[in-house]
């Protein structure tokens, strides 16, 4: 089924990130799907679907890359990069119209019975919000010292 799994999870990015097609979280994920986030927090699907869009709104290029991707037979484990042009409001932040720094991350999706039960996300939130405008450039550099 491992090779099913790194299929779905591929999808996932392809499609949902990149393509913005959410119907494909309701076609690879189960019914308890559950999926942990540092930005977001704990969501189920339909919240997930919505981080998504609301994402796929503020940066409409969008692009979410799979740098490594390993196969653990039931997990999953990818590191991706994602850029986009900051175009639309997002968390109440005004647009600034740039294309951000790529931001990293690295993600393990666990599979049950061939469909994706839960996620696990990390990534660079905080070169994220930096470039967002939330965080000063100067607190944002002595916060990665």
């Known amino acids: 089924m491992s090779a099913e799994n790194v299929a779905a999870s591929r999808r996932l990015i392809e499609e949902g990130f990149n393509q913005g097609s959410l119907g494909v979280i309701d076609e690879i994920a189960a019914d308890n799907f559950i999926g942990h986030?540092?930005?977001?927090g704990d969501q189920d699907r339909e919240a997930s679907k919505q981080s998504i869009a609301g994402y796929r709104q503020a940066f409409p290029d969008l692009h979410c890359t799979i740098e490594d991707i390993v196969d653990a037979g039931d997990t999953v484990i990818y590191r991706w990069s994602?850029?986009?042009?900051?175009?639309?409001?997002?968390?109440?932040?005004?647009?600034t119209h740039e294309k951000g720094d790529a931001i990293e991350g690295i993600?393990?999706?666990?599979?049950?019975?061939g469909k994706l039960a839960e996620s696990w996300s990390q990534w660079d939130t905080l070169t994220f919000m930096r470039d967002l405008g939330a965080i000063p450039e100067a607190a944002a550099a002595s916060a990665g010292s």
Do not use: K, S, V
Not at 37 to 40: L, S, T
Not at 107 to 113: A, L, P, S, W
């Open 37 to 40: 986030d540092p930005m977001a």
């Open 82 to 95: 994602a850029n986009g042009t900051f175009e639309n409001e997002l968390m109440g932040l005004q647009p």
């Open 107 to 113: 993600t393990i999706d666990h599979f049950e019975g």
